[in-house]
């Protein structure tokens, strides 16, 4: 015996809706698609520079302070403790060691490199500041 529930039928199961996987699938990249396109416009109509153009020039900004800054946080706070670290660590005393390190031959060939760049780029500041100041190529 079926009991008869309110609503109900015994075919209910084989009547069932069949989900529709390609439909949905429409639905949500349609979505998707609109959501893009709403990201996109707002980016769009954003203002993304400055009110007025500002020429930047110049070697760095601000984050080789910065290094200078934590590099003497770190010696400082250990300032007074070589005599201490030299005892304890005899031959592995890291002092030598740098001090080694810094006088290698790569390390004063990088030093040397370094230094060509850096006048590199004091030449650059100086031509991009001419440059800011209103002249314009060839500075002849």
């Known amino acids: ?3 008869k529930v309110y609503g109900s039928t015994a075919a209910s199961e084989e009547r069932a809706p069949k989900h529709n996987v390609a439909r949905q699938l429409a639905v949500v990249l349609a979505v998707c698609a609109l959501a893009l396109t709403v990201c996109v416009a707002l980016i769009s109509t954003s203002e993304l520079k400055a009110a ?3 020429a930047m020039y110049g070697i ?17 706070t250990f300032a007074g403790q070589d005599e201490y670290m030299e005892e304890e660590l005899a031959d592995e005393y890291y002092v030598d060691l740098f001090a080694e390190i810094a006088d290698s031959e790569p390390i ?6 370094v230094k060509v760049a850096v006048d590199e780029a004091k030449n650059e500041h100086e031509i991009l500041e001419t440059f800011a100041n209103g002249a314009d190529a060839p500075l002849e």
């Open 1 to 3: 015996t079926m009991v």
């Open 52 to 54: 007025r153009p500002v």
């Open 60 to 76: 760095g900004s601000g984050e080789e302070q910065d290094a200078d800054n934590s590099v003497a946080t770190t010696f400082e």
């Open 108 to 113: 004063t060939e990088a030093i040397d490199e």
